[in-house]
Every structure is written in C-alpha cells, then in structure tokens.
C-alpha cells in the first residue's frame, strides 16, 4: 500500500472522515517523513488533525505546546470522547499527584499537549529526555514571533528545548501568520529549511458587515432588532468579563423568547462546560463572551459573530469570526462600532507591558537584593506580587531580565555596567512592542473605517489573491441583512414541573436509542 | 433579604463582638483551622460551617459594606461588628426558610461536594450510556470523582434502566421533602443525554436570586439529601452506595488524628510533641480540636474539678469567650490550654446585651 493510501485508510479508522481536507495531506506526508513543516491554514480547516492523526501512527511521542490551558483541555476531552485514548494535557491545574503520575507513565502516552510555561519545568524537561519524543508541534505558532499577535516570551525558549530533545521532527501551525511573521517562525526556531505549506485564508462563506453607531445604547437596539428576527447560533465578543455579563442580561430581558448566556475565563468548570455544551446542543442561542470562548468549540453552525468590542488586531478578529460557518453555509460577521470603542485596546496596550518606572523600580530592588545577598522567592507570583506587576508583565520581564543575564533561576546577578545597558534596551524594547501594537490597532481602525470591499482588505495583508464570496461580499459591497435567510433554530419546550423534568432527564419510560453508534 | 445576609447577621448574632468580621468568613468558607472549627463550636454556629467554600474574600467584603449601608450593622472597637437595633430586630423574625432546617454544616461539608458531584456524572454518564452515545464531555473532570464513577458505571453497567429508574424513585422521594423552589433548582442543574444543565448563572435569571442564594440553597439541598440517605438507608438503597465510604467531618486535620492515635496509646503530651518533632503548642492544638470532636473526650484528666468550676465561673463572669479576659480573672496556675478546653466542651451561651464589658460590671 502507497502512503497516500495508508494514511486515508488510517483517517476513516481513527478519525472517521471520509478525505482530507485542503493541505492536510501534503503536510501530514511531509511530517511523517520527518521534514520539518511550517502550516499556515485557515481558522477552523482541521490543523489539529495534522498532528493528531501522526501521533497516532508515530513510535514514540508527540509533544503539542498550546497557548491556551482552557483550548487544551477542550481538545483531550474530545480526543478521548472520541476513542483517543492516550493523550493527556499537563497543565498547571493538575493536582500534584495527578500529574507525578503522568509524569511516570509518559511513555504510555502518544499525544501529550503542554502549555509553554509548564514546558519551562525541569522535572517536565528531564522525563521528556528520557523518552522517544518523535514530533514536536507549536500551535498557534504566531506567538514566537515578536510580530505575532500574541507574542508570548516563553515561546522562545521553544528553540533550546526542541535541541535538547535530539531533533525531533518539527511542526509549526497557525491560522494567521502574514509573511514576515512566517519568516520570524523559521529564524526563532533556528530552522531556516522547514517546508512551508501555506494556504489562502479567506473563508469565503462569511460575510462581513460592520455598522457605525452613536453609542451602548445603539449597539444593543441593533442587536435586539436582529435577534427578534432571527434565532441562530450567535456569538457575541467582548473585551471584558464585566461587559459580557452586563449585556448579556440586557439582551435576555429585552429578548425573554432567546436563550442567551454569558462565557468568561472567571466562571467555573462545571459551569463553563455546561454552557459550551448547551450552545453546541442548541440548547442556548446566544453567547456573549470573551476572546477566552470559541478556541476549543466545535460547533459547525454558528451563523452569526458579533462584534461588541473589536480586538486589538485584525490577526484576532480573523480568528475570532473563524469560528463561524464551520458547515461551509453563509454566516455573518457583524461589527458594531462607535468611535470612543478605540480607547478599550489602546488603555490595554499600554497596561500590558511594564511601564518604564516599573521596569526602573523592580531593577533598583533587585540591585539592592543583590547587595543584601537575598534571592528571588521561587514563587513567581508573589514576586509579581511583590512588584505590583501583573503576572504577564513579570513574566514578560523576568525573560528579558534573563536574556540579558541579569537573573538566572533565583539567583540575581549583577554588574554596574551592564545594569544601566540592560535597563535601556528592554525599555527601548517596550517602547517597540507598544508601538508595534498601536500600529496593529490602527491598521485594525483603518480596516473598520475603510469604504472599498472589506473582504479583499481584511487578507490583503496575508495573500494576493482571493476566492469569489460564496454567498455575498461585504457591507460596503452591498449587503444588507435582509437578504439573509438562515436556517432558524427549533426551540423545543421543557416541562413546567420539577417532577417532569426530573423524569424526562433521567430517561424514565425513553427507548434506547439503536441507531446511536 | 438576601440568605447570605441573613446568614451572615445570624453568624454576628451569636458571636456578638466576640471575634473580628472575619471569623464568619472563615466559618463559612470552612476554613480548616482549629480557631475556626472551635468558633462554629462554641457560638453554636456548626451548622454554618463549610456551607459556602467558593465563596470570595471580595464578595463576602461587599456583603459586609451593603449590611453597613442599610444600617443593619454598624462597627465596634477592634475590627469588631454588632447588630443594630434594625438588625437585631430582623434576626428575630426571620427562620421560615426551609433552608435554615437542612443545612449542617459541621457534619456534612466534607461529603457535600463529592456527593453532589458523582451524582452529577452518575446521571450523565448513565444516561448518554443508555442512548449509545459516548462522546459526551463530562461536567466533572476531578480524577477523585471521574475514577469512582467510572467503577460505578462499570459495576451497573448491565442494567443502567434499573439505575436509572432507581435513580428517579430515589431522588423524587427526596425532593417531595423539600419545598418545590429548592428541589426545582436542582433538578435545573442535572446534564443528561443532549440535555446540559443549567449555570448558576442561568438559574440566577430564572430564579430571579442572586448567585449566593444559588449555591446555598443547592448545598442546603445536598445536606438534606445527605441527612436522609444516610439515616433512612433501606429507603434509598441505590444512592447509599453515593455515600458509604464518604466520612461526616470529624478530625479536621490529619495532624490531630496521629496524635489521637497516640493519646490512644497513652503517650503523655511531651513525649507525643518530642515523638512527632512537634512544638507542644501544636499537641495542644489538636488536643483541643479532638476534645471538640470527641463526646467521650476525658475532659478531667486535664481540668481537675475545681479548675473546671472556676474556668466556667470566670467565663460567666467575663460574659466573654476571650481568653485574656477569662484568664485574668483566675488563678496564675490555670493555663490557656485548661481555658480553651473547657471553651471547647462547654455548652453554656453567652447573655445577650449591646456591650459585654459594661454588663459583667453590673452583675
Ligand atoms: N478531514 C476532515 N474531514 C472532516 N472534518 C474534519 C477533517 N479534519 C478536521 N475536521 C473537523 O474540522 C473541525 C475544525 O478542526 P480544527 O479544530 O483542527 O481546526 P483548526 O484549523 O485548528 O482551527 P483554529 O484555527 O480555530 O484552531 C473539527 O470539527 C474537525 O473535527
Ligand atoms: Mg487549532
Ligand atoms: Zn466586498
């Protein structure tokens, strides 16, 4: 049997899908021959299954590093629901001896998901010396370069732990990933020959619509309006956990036929579990949400992604309306914008990383550390505490304090010299990345402020050309919302008494169901 | 009212300024600390114990500030808090709620989450099983409970009707005894076969309650469902298999329960504190907590008859449970360890008035 043939044969037993889909192939033989592959593909086109169906057929491990605990964890639970036994996600969540188990059986393992910081852990690092890991994957892979989106400064530290591994087969994935963020991949990770399979990204069953109002107030008469036409999977984005619940019950009262909830990091397991569950049963219409919500779900018909709050860059808002029309049915992005809505990112870019009176504050603690011969506590976030600095903005400057020698592990070191260069640099440093972002945002403002075919400006920056739109173009081209007529929702009703409900939920008097597989 | 409040003004009503504000967050977030499970104790507030574990420094903060504001409550020296006459007068009339009757704290926090939590996955997993569907995601993800369902589901997976059925007579039997609001939120909350259960944020709405009164009158109903099934076992034989391993509280720490253990063996104090390299400070505390916990606690063997006599003459006294208080007005030989123990085992209440210091002077 060719190895075309193998691996279709191997889909349909393992994953139960008929074909591949665009680019799958082409990466999957390349990955099982042992060359090291850059994928960039479209937001939801199954870059997951690039690795997972490898893993599966692979000797020895393969480790995927994923920048989201809440995204990993979604994606074992479906992997072992779906008869994929031998993954785990080692995360920080684990209880202690949880994860020591893992940890000693890892062999036992084929799919191992990591989060980089976990990655960072000595203990981690030795036990995956000592097994065969053959394939190494960075999803989400943007986030080493330090003109991705979501630059995450443990990312970097990707490059001297794959060495240590003894050269595994290298697979770096993303949905966005212009150009010269590609190029930054390869140099991060010190491989200059990866084979690239990049794919056009424009998702031409999604129709983009963006409304200008006065205000709050306009944007949730838009949204009431449309809901009281139209009952489809819907998602609405916000920038933060407060907004999400606010609205959420905004539109509920105004809305009392829809079923709608809200969906941020803050809330716990079993409630987070249960309204993402009963969004993809359809038993929920409406979802208002953080970024933190949509990553890990598999619903393929959301039909509708508002914006309440636009993201920072277009890189996260291509995401984020990438989780609709999954189904390949017309699907709509909606933006609601209004002119003081910039203040949001901006306020956020210039939190996220110290200041440069912090950065000066936590140097001149540190020197006197020094001094007094105290170390670091080993605990990072009562030293961020300590500093008053969130964690990622410790996080942030503990890499950079480490690259430029100035700590190592708890230990402080220090030379007058050096002291006062290091300090100008990662300011200068700072200075760049904020300015970096603000030009991001900008760019995302000009998108939102354009009057040509938003479609073709939205990809312009990732691709020169562009798929005819499947159903229609953009708001500046024409369409209006009246000319979509999307399948609605049936809503089936639940009993009014408590003892009906009890009885209808635990199946009393229901038939097994034979046809279920 | 909202029941948080209600519970937190009954908490101050009986521990009057004896203790900061902060002990009743402790007692209901069930802190594992002798000072806190001896305060539940001795204040007659046991039943409060470990009712609201999730419950957040900050919220319970905004409960104290909107108490202030209505003028229920109103500082006292030291980072103490007492009642108004408005807030004494609405402790009085309040109790109606069938809630105030089931919870129990004390005894069954420890067991709540764990049986709440595998009845959640029982009936989810059974359910979906018997459809023939199993890639459902599961609500629970703790090994403690998914491995303990799993050997459940294993164990009756021939004749998961049966469970089901069983499962149903079982839990309408239980839930006829409570009133209709609490067993509706209940049931509310159950995932079945392409049925997720409700958030408490969506019962919120429904219910049109605040998420404090959410999770406590789900905990009040796990506590009733607990008290039940464990004193009717022959009436609830499927969800006794729920609970017979799980353990009311008693010991809080493990620490106590080894130096129970040598008590046992008739070490004395110091030889214990030298054998386990502990302070004797440390054997003290857990000699405390056992005389708790233990109704058969040797109480004499520490407190001779007429140290005991005088410690509760000096408590009645002081009309205080401060230590420092009582202990000036005993003899030099009396020791804070005689002192706690008798607090431990006492059951004397303290009189009630505005201001204990001016009260002890007139009696
Ligand atoms: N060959 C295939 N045939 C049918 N469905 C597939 C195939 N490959 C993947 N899928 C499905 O496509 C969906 C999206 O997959 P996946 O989550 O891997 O996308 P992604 O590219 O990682 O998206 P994102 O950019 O949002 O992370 C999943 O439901 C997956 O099961
Ligand atoms: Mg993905
Ligand atoms: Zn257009």
Known sequence: ?517 | MQLLDQIIITCLEKIKTERSIQAIYYILIGKKSIQTVQDAHIFKIGSFYGIYKTLGRDAFDERILQLKKQNVIKPHVENTIQLTEKGLNIVHQQKDDSFFQHINGLRYSDMEVAFSERLLLVIQTVTNSKMGYYSFIPIIDRSTITTWVRQFFYVHKDNQDKVLLALYHELRQLLKGISDLHASIFVDRLTGYQNYGQSIQQLCYQYNLHEHDIQLRLTATHHYMLHEVLNLQSQYPLLTNFVNDLTTNRFITNSAKKTNQLLHQHYSLKQIAAYRGLKLNTIYDHIVEIAIYDPSFPLHQYVDQSAYQEIIAAIKQANSFKLKQIKQLLRETTSYFQIRLVIATTTISLKSGENNESNSLFN
């Open chain 1, 1 to 517: 049997m060719n190895q075309t043939a193998y691996l279709i044969d191997n889909l349909q037993q393992y994953f139960g899908y008929e074909t591949f889909r665009e680019g799958q192939l082409e990466i999957i033989e390349d990955v099982m021959n042992g060359n090291d592959v850059l994928g960039v593909l479209p937001t939801g086109s199954g870059k997951s299954l690039c690795y997972q169906l490898p893993a599966k057929l692979l000797e020895g491990i393969t480790i995927v590093v994923s920048p989201l605990i809440s995204l990993m964890m979604d994606q074992v639970k479906e992997l072992k629901a779906n008869h994929f036994k031998e993954v785990v996600a080692i995360n920080s969540f684990m209880e202690y001896n949880e994860r020591k188990n893992v940890l000693q059986n890892i062999h036992q393992y084929k799919l191992v998901y990591v989060s980089p910081e976990m990655l960072q852990h000595p203990i981690l690092q030795s036990t995956l010396k000592r097994v065969h890991v053959s394939l190494f994957v960075i999803d989400e892979a943007h986030c080493i370069s330090q003109w991705g989106h979501e630059f995450r400064p443990d990312y970097l530290k990707l490059k001297s732990i794959i060495e240590d591994l003894q050269e595994p087969t290298v697979l770096a994935l993303s949905a966005t990933a212009t150009p010269t963020v590609q190029e930054d991949i390869l140099s991060m990770l010190n491989r200059p020959s990866m084979i690239k399979h990049i794919y056009p990204m424009d998702r031409d069953n999604i129709i983009f619509s963006i409304e200008e109002v006065g205000g709050d107030r306009e944007k949730l008469m838009i949204m009431n309006h449309i809901f009281s036409t139209y009952r489809v999977p819907t998602l609405v984005y916000f920038s933060s956990k407060q907004a999400t619940e606010d609205v959420s019950n905004r539109l509920q009262e105004a809305n009392p036929s829809l079923r709608i909830a809200y969906y941020h990091g803050g809330m716990e397991h079993i409630d987070r579990i249960s309204i993402q569950q009963q969004f993809t049963n359809d038993q929920l219409d409406v979802i208002c949400c953080t970024s933190a919500f949509g990553m890990g779900i598999n619903k393929p018909n959301i039909r509708l992604i508002i914006h309440y709050h636009f993201p920072a860059q277009v890189e996260s808002f291509i995401q984020e309306i990438g989780r609709a029309g999954r189904d390949g049915n017309a699907s709509i992005s909606l933006l609601l914008y209004s002119k003081h809505d910039i203040y949001i990112p901006q306020s956020f870019i210039r939190q996220e990383l110290p200041s440069r009176t912090e950065v000066h504050d936590v140097m001149e603690k540190l020197s006197t550390w020094f001094k007094k011969d105290i170390t670091l506590p080993d605990d990072q976030e009562e030293i961020a505490r300590d500093f008053q600095l969130s964690e990622i903005q410790w996080r942030f400057l503990r890499f950079q304090l480490e690259k430029h020698g100035m700590i190592k592990g708890q230990s402080i070191l220090y030379s007058e010299l050096n002291w006062e260069q290091t300090f100008h640099q990662i300011d200068s440093f700072i200075q760049s990345r904020q300015l970096l972002k603000e030009k991001k945002l900008i760019e995302m403002v000009s998108w939102i402020n354009a009057t040509d075919c938003l479609r073709r400006k939205i990809y312009q920056n990732f691709q020169t050309t562009i798929k005819k739109p499947k159903f229609a173009c953009c708001s500046n081209c024409g369409f209006s919302f009246s000319d979509w007529k999307p399948e609605q929702t049936q809503r089936n009703n639940t009993p009014y008494s408590w003892q009906k409900r009890l009885k209808r939920i635990l199946l009393v008097g229901e038939k097994m169901n034979d046809k279920a597989k």
